[in-house]
């Protein structure tokens, strides 16, 4: 039996990207790194701006990136050394994604999330202000960005904000702000907010993020612990929510959308529990032990997020395009290579060709990939 996931969505234009000059916050960590790896495939003249990396290995030394970029490492916070940064960039397009990005570091480390997330954002959108040559502006915030509520339903972008943990709640206020400056200053600038959900693929080397911790577990053969079997997350290949970003710059930039909040995730059948992931995990890594740990759960995390996508498919055109098993397998076969000694650029060209080609999977297909892979390990 053959399962066809038929391609609704567009892939980003390569004439639109070539020569553009690009500015991207958050270009040493995992999301940042390979927006940048394949801006610069398509041709953009990038500037970045981030902290050091924070994870080793990580992305932004493994693809060389600052040596094919204009990167400069600082901190957001530092309103002088941002705004120079920009002014000497002269972006046409910005992607705005730096932050500290871990729910649990955010209980640990409340004021720092919020004045990275809040007041980090306060001073990039200020430092736009002063720059005519931005066109479109895309600010990635998170589908943590709801209120939650006791009935489980997918969030749809006009659903109220909230924020239970500082993550969310630092995310949630960066919507507001940029709402208000959008409408009040941001006149020269199309500017929209990304919320995405939570994003798997491989050189992910974060602390408490589910498939890095397990293929670090994984390994070295030892068990895997986790927290929160049950819950359930609109799981996505990270290229998914890095094309929609592309492509909602684009028609940010040509006026063809509307400068808004928009939901990006997968469909509604791939929002399933942390146990599920891990199953496929284990199945595509070819081994891995995993125990369950209640007692580990001691910080609030919502059991339940799923989002509502038709925004992006109507006004954007935008669609999953990898089912979850796709999505589990590359990631696997991503860390089991790098692991073999692959280099980072080879893997995530291979993603990102495999991603931009790809019109219709086949189940045969995973099918074989994992048996390759098994007998590989
Ligand atoms: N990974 C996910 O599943 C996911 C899901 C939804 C939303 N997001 C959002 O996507 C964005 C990227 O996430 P990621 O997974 O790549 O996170 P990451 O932790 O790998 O990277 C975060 C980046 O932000 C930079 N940064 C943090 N604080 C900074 C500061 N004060 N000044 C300058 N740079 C700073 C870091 O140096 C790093 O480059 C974040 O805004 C995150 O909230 C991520």
């Known amino acids: 039996m053959e399962a066809l996931v038929e391609r609704l969505s567009a892939n980003p234009d390569p004439a639109f990207w070539r020569g553009r000059r690009v500015a991207v916050t958050g270009h040493t960590g995992f999301k940042g790194a390979i ?36 990167s400069q490492i600082g901190d957001l916070r530092e309103f002088e050394t941002l705004n120079n940064w920009l002014l000497e960039s002269q972006p046409e397009v910005v992607f705005h994604l730096a932050a500290q990005a871990l729910v649990r570091e955010s209980y640990r480390q409340p004021a720092a999330t919020m004045s990275s997330n809040f007041v980090g954002t306060l001073h990039l959108l200020e430092a736009l202000r002063q720059q005519s040559s931005v066109k479109a502006v895309v600010c990635v915030t ?86 929160s079997p049950d819950a359930i997350r609109p799981w996505q290949h990270v290229l998914e929510a890095l094309t929609a970003y592309l492509i909602l710059a684009e028609k940010l930039f040509a006026s063809e959308c509307e400068s808004r909040a928009y939901n990006f995730g997968p469909d509604a059948r791939d929002a399933v529990s942390v146990r599920r992931v891990l199953d496929l995990a284990r199945q595509y890594f070819g081994r891995g032990e995993i125990v369950e740990h209640s007692d580990l759960a001691s910080f609030h995390e919502a059991q339940v997020l799923m989002l509502n996508t038709d925004l992006a498919r109507t006004q954007l055109g935008i669609a999953p395009r990898w089912t979850l098993e796709t999505a589990v397998a590359r990631s696997m076969l991503w860390y089991r290579q790098f692991a073999r000694g692959v280099s980072a650029a080879r893997l995530c060209d291979e993603d990102i060709a495999a991603f931009l080609s790809d019109t219709q999977i086949h189940e045969h297909e995973q099918a074989g990939m994992q048996a390759n892979e098994v007998r590989d390990g």
Do not use: M
């Open 35 to 70: 927006l940048v790896h394949f801006l610069l495939r398509l041709g953009a003249k990038v500037s970045a701006f981030s902290l050091a990396p924070h994870t080793t290995p990580n992305l932004f030394d493994e693809l060389a990136l600052h040596h094919r970029c204009a």
């Open 142 to 227: 998170t589908d943590k960005v709801y209120r939650q509520s006791e009935i489980a339903h997918a969030f749809s972008e006009n659903d109220a904000l909230g924020g239970h943990d500082p993550y969310s709640a630092s995310k949630a206020a960066c919507e507001i702000l940029i709402e208000s400056y959008r409408l009040s200053f941001l006149q020269h600038a199309s500017i929209a907010t990304a919320r995405a959900g939570n994003v798997i693929g491989g050189g992910d080397w974060s602390a408490e993020r589910l498939l890095p911790d397990a293929v670090r577990a994984w390994q070295l053969d030892d068990v895997l612990e986790i927290r």
